[in-house]
């Protein structure tokens, strides 16, 4: 059964990259290669608000369920506050904006031996609801330090918190004294495609091995792995991710940029996808880019030096700077929501305050055509 349902995604891989895109008629400006996005609007949770006995904060994923109309989304606590969860939640999304957020349920993560995680021996990112069982496949950055390398993760959950499975993950994601992840730039986005056939995962930085991080000066390389919802690994392509959007003062270099979430484009297509890029400078704030990226030309590195690859090709969708969205916080999750009868899709978005008085926590909606 595996091996049929692998079968099929090799066979519609080869399909999205043979077929060629049809020409337009008439020529384009080169404006419209930024797909028109609108602003719908937004909704604050309170700092430090309480459910259930936990604290909302560090929501740093999300995730739509069409089939009951809930949102679920992660949070980043490494069971320091307490115990690593996720919650459900409900809230309107129409042109009138976001309304507001109503928490339904939350569950605390179980290790495989159904006991609680202690206290940092996880770093919880992104979490995607699995389109054929309904279960949670979420993703970890594990650890480095001094005292501790402890690998990120891709994990699978049942709704009611319940362990169900780990995939494998490629061995150059594996956390070594001088290869693998740097320290909280590991496995961060996440998506299912094809259906839910495919598995697609993201690195928030450069492996150690594939050079610095992105800077005020240059941009940096990335991962994205491609598996089988089973686990097969298949690919792993080169992205390139744009420099730091300023530099810091009075002291330089105290700025960043690293995906943050990834999502497939369209359910079905194996190939196209939305990369958020999350750039944050010490005392400039943040910069928030949703870029449309495509990996049917890029060449397969995985588990291999990046060399010469062909990285995934990409373009921008809609940096939040222009559309008024104030404030702009840590933006870490996106998910498609419900469509719009205008047949516009809406785009969601949540923020992770770090647990912090000086951030907030937002749900922000976005009208895509």
């Known amino acids: 059964m595996v091996r049929s349902k692998a079968s099929l995604v090799v066979a519609t891989v080869a399909l999205a990259c043979a077929v060629a895109p049809v020409a337009n008629a008439a020529p384009q400006p080169v404006a419209s290669d930024v797909a028109p996005v609108r602003m719908l609007g937004q909704q604050m949770i309170p700092f430090d608000m309480d459910f259930r006995g936990t604290t909302v904060g ?20 490494r069971s320091e506050r307490d115990p690593a969860r996720f919650y459900t939640a409900r809230f309107g ?8 957020v109503m928490f339904t349920d939350t569950r605390a993560l179980r290790t495989p031996d159904c006991s609680r995680y202690a206290p940092k021996s996880l770093d919880p990112e992104e979490i995607r609801v699995d389109p054929w069982t ?10 480095r330090t001094d005292a501790v390398l402890a690998d990120p993760s891709v994990r699978i959950t ?35 495609a ?31 792995t491609v598996q089988a919802r089973f686990g097969r690994l298949l690919a792993q392509y080169a992205y390139p991710m744009e420099p730091v959007f300023a530099e810091s003062s009075p002291e330089p270099g105290q700025g ?7 999502l497939a484009a369209d359910p079905l297509d194996p190939t196209k996808f939305l990369v958020l890029e999350r750039s944050y400078v010490l ?35 809609v940096d939040l700077a222009d559309l008024g969205l104030d404030p702009i916080d840590n933006i870490e999750g996106m ?21 912090s008085d000086k951030q907030v926590t937002q749900i922000v909606a976005l009208a895509v055509r």
């Open 158 to 192: 049942h709704p009611d918190g319940t362990f169900a499975a780990e995939l494998p993950i490629p061995e150059n994601e594996r956390i070594r004294p001088t290869t693998g992840p740097r320290q909280n730039l590991a496995l961060e986005g996440a998506t299912f």
């Open 194 to 224: 094809a259906g839910g056939a495919l598995f697609v995962t993201a690195m928030e930085g450069p492996l150690l091995q594939d050079g610095p991080v992105a800077t005020a000066k240059t941009g940096a390389t990335s991962r994205l």
């Open 283 to 317: 005392g400039v704030g943040n910069k928030i880019r949703i870029y449309e990226a495509d990996t049917s030309g890029a060449t397969n590195v995985l588990d291999a030096p990046l060399g010469t690859a062909q990285p995934v090709a990409k373009r921008l969708l």
């Open 335 to 355: 998910t498609w929501g419900p469509r719009l009868p205008s047949g516009e899709r809406t785009l969601i978005l949540v923020s992770d305050n770090n647990f």
């Open 134 to 143: 309904g279960d949670y496949f979420w993703t970890q950055e594990g650890e």
């Open 256 to 262: 960043m940029n690293g995906i943050a979430s990834i």
């Open 58 to 77: 560090g929501l740093s994923g999300i995730d739509f369920q069409p089939s009951t109309g809930e949102y679920v989304l992660i949070s980043d606590d």
């Open 93 to 100: 999304v129409d042109d009138s904006g976001v309304g507001p």
